[in-house]
């Protein structure tokens, strides 16, 4: 394969971001077809990048002209979608969560197996984000030491008024549960979850504060705050046995100005995690020609995400420290 | 009263340090009298500070150049040398912690209560840090909202051979407890821990990772790590509805040097403290010239840090979330 | 042109990383010729990024398969190579300096001109740095006000031992005038230069300090320090009337580690301007390919950074302030 | 002497601020007389700060309770008020600057030395701030080598309207040189002045930018720019030929809030110089006490940064490089 032909499923928000950083140009990829559930805005988007608007997924994942799937609808097609594509043996990138329940995460493990190759790559791109990747770095070099603490901060500017406590949990954290394993290389053992209080301007749903300590005892503390009113922040700090190496994101510049002197926040993840999503697709496009696995969520990734979500959900609810399941890893995922 | 004439009651590291600070000057204040288990060391530092040794801490509480006692002996004696200061009437500003037990912290309770007048400060410096009163003072504004995250971290370069898992709850945590009960302005109600792993270079002990959760539900997270290797570092992170403050500590000026740009981090509290020992000791000793009030702790404060670490203790022990003890709050300490 | 096919003249260090990043990928382009002087050197990269090696530099420019050209060759070739790819019709980017004398830098507008089409862009990459291209949109936004200063540092961690106090103004501070005239987006009127010592550890040139004024009067003050030592950093900051805005460049981590906390400084022009050259050659691609102008610099760019450098030579040798040369702007560069 | 009593002339701004920080403590120190050419002024002043109002400046010099006086008054009455001071033999600070004309300055010399004895410090309080006097140690300590350049930002809110182009040379500019010469321990040789356009909002003046260079060589250049609006700002970064350290002021807290991330501006000089002056008075105190000398400007200091303003002015009105004069100084400032 010279060139790796791009089929986008669902054109909402991340769909149109991710279809137009294809079409914008990334290396060795080529966006062909679109669909949505709402054809005529996936039409609309495929005559502006100079695509094929198809009206089913069905036919967009057997389309001749799709040598690999993007799936960016709504969480709850994900998994099924995901095991179409395993099924017609063309790569996938799925959104995350990959899956909405656990026994679809495991039959894209079934399937993928079945499959006798990895095809399935979640959408958890602050692993190619430049700051966790460094972070990762400097961890493996012994820089700092062994790690002890693992401290995150995500806070989005304002937030849906579907969202709930619950979501916030379900959905929101599993960037940094994702996050959490990468950096430290190993699996989630157990989860403590304390609510503080309900923001006044958020009536509908509680910040989280979620404790995990990971299999060989690093606290990890999560912080998940989805109406942080003045802007999109993630941070995380890593405390090693002899240092600490933190993100430290933000524009390329300084501001001084009307009695602040520092940078300006976002107000969404575009500006924050551009060049992740950039990078995700570079390697991802890559790893398809080249047949390199690639530092991303893959399957199983996109699964242990999920027990640890499950765990998380069930010390919320019972005020109590769980244990996450540890199923076996499979020798394939190994 | 012109002048407050200070007596100090051991001469170890801290009582130097304060002792020297007096001498240098501290206004309204003059170093007059010290003491020391070990008689030489505080007759050289006597000497060379222009004050009386005195064999016995009784005697030195009991002298008539004395007006007020600082208590910086082992803490086993705080609680009962403080006890005698305020049976003789005299203010007296004892060295964190100010009992070893809960009914010495009692003790102290009805002792100031009888005497009618609030004659104890306890040494949880931090209050007059300028980083922490500007926190409590932006919380205070509105301009961050409502609390409701506090993410704390206190790491000491290195710790004495003695301490143990237990003792950094027990002991260096208390520091942190205070910090929380002063910027929030109100009281702990449970407390949950969490150890990570030992770290090779300092095995006799865990660093802990503390959540507390406030009466009214903030969130309070502590990291307490005391062989951190690269430095002396407290910080604080207030997360509020509308915005975060946070401590920003640190030498007045940047280096750039050896492939590093940035600060030069202490390697005790000394420096990073140093302002906050000048102002605890000016604002204790206006404050018995004037008889107004300061912002210091008193004994009822450490009195309810006593029990937060109390219910720390248990909560490492069991594993579970432990209530913190809430005793009516007696009129004279509102 | 559905793709750009490119030929690179000069496998040096920067003709090499230029190959790789092509290679690697630059959306519509695609690396199809390599020369260098040493032929074996130009025939080993070839192979490696699987593009053509041809003996002259003239074959490349006259080769089928090169649409475009990049001159990385040495300082001296640059203007002659130029204008033979002017010659040929084909879209030329220069490494700076585009020219080593002003007739060459003239007979480039002369030939563009008669070329009838901009065909010509000059490898001040900082253009497209997202701190320069910030700064400009911040002063463009009003946030900052009307430009008094800029205040630039521009530090090489080492140099090489042929560099004088002369190539150090001649050479090094070009991308500090090109940045000038672009963050201001005026020309430059007058230039001072005062010398500091040289050095003990680089004792063949002096560091300098220039001292720009703009047309309209924006005073820009430069550093030029190619033996900087500790790492390679290039700061400024523009002042306002209303306020400033500086660049913030850096990892996207801090690391808190033997007694320092902040970030690490890069070593060479690299990791800090990564970026900045591959969108160079993105918007590069994309204008031959579209017809749309970039914010790159053109023809008239080179000339007039040059005619400051004049400027700056004689002032330096002179020891007084000099006018620049202000040549009238021909239409075709309006 | 066991105390020293202080004497205040001029209670305006500056004058009541530090009369209420001696009154506030300065150790060693008790402040006995106020006097200011508003009667009333001095009078209020004294009875809030219980010190004794005084009609006359000389009467305040004589008083038998006054030991040193403080100079608050207008600066053209400095000089005069001074040498009175030395002659009464007592000890005298003299707010910056010290003398109006250069004959002045010389007068108080040749005072100072006529009365055998070290009497006269000037308020540059700069000397006194920990970010100077730390970039001073680390100068000293060759961490960062020999100095090439020190780069200066003096920046003011906003300015009174009497504020002319060119009292920012004659005044606000003194801090800057007498910082130079301070942190480089040397003479300034040369003097160049280029002024940038003049603000829309504070018409009646030019910032101005100031190039200095020591004997040995070093470049120092100064923006000074009293309308800067964001707020009050004062920098420094001291590039030596291994590494730079710069100035880190601001406030202990950072904030997230509104869309900015970062330190809140002061807006005026007193919280940012606050620690500066409080400490310039300890030493001063403790200098008159013991007899040591401490690291504040002496006459001699005052008098050479007034040759370097004067060499500004005329480099300023000239447009050219002007010598600063270099008389010889006298055993008795060595």
């Not at 991340?14 to 914008?24: I, L, N, Q, V």
Request: aromatic share 6%.
């Amino acid at each position: 394969m010279k060139e790796v032909r791009i089929g986008i499923i669902g054109t909402g928000v991340m769909g149109t971001d991710h279809a137009r950083k294809f079409a914008g140009g990334i290396p060795g990829a080529r966006l062909t077809a679109l669909q949505d559930f709402d054809a005529a805005r996936a039409a609309s988007l495929a005559q502006e990048l100079n695509a094929t608007a198809l009206a089913e997924a069905d036919a967009l994942i057997a389309h001749p002209e799709v040598d690999a799937v993007l799936i960016c609808s709504p969480d709850a097609t994900h998994a099924a979608l995901g095991l179409k594509a395993i099924a017609a043996g063309k790569p996938v990138l799925i959104e995350k969560p990959p899956a909405a329940e656990r026994r679809e995460a495991e039959a894209i493990l079934r399937a993928e197996m079945a499959a006798g190759r990895r095809l399935v790559q979640v959408g958890y791109m602050r692993r190619f984000d430049p700051g966790y990747a460094e972070m990762r770095r400097v961890l493996a070099s012994g820089e700092v030491g062994a790690p002890l603490f693992l401290h995150c901060q995500h806070r989005n500017a304002t937030s849906a008024s579907y969202l709930t406590s619950e979501l916030i949990i379900a959905n929101s954290a599993g960037h940094e549960f994702d996050a959490a394993r990468f950096l430290l290389g190993e699996e989630i053992a157990t989860a403590t979850v304390i609510s503080p209080p309900t923001p006044q301007k958020a009536p509908g749903r509680q910040p989280q504060f979620i404790v995990l300590q990971s299999v060989s005892g690093t606290v990890v503390d999560i912080e998940v705050f989805t109406d942080a009113r003045y802007g999109y922040d993630v941070r995380a700090e890593l405390v090693g046995e002899e240092g600490t190496v933190a993100l430290r994101p933000g524009p390329p510049t300084t501001l001084r100005q009307a009695a602040r002197d520092g940078t300006v926040v976002p107000q969404d993840w575009r500006p924050r995690f551009n060049d992740a999503y950039r990078l995700q697709f570079e390697r991802w496009v890559a790893s398809i020609l080249t047949g390199d696995r690639n530092e991303g969520s893959g399957a199983w990734d996109g699964y242990m995400t999920m027990l640890v979500t499950d765990a998380c959900l069930k010390a919320w609810r019972s005020g109590q420290r769980v244990e996450v399941e540890q199923p076996e890893r499979p020798a394939f995922y190994r």
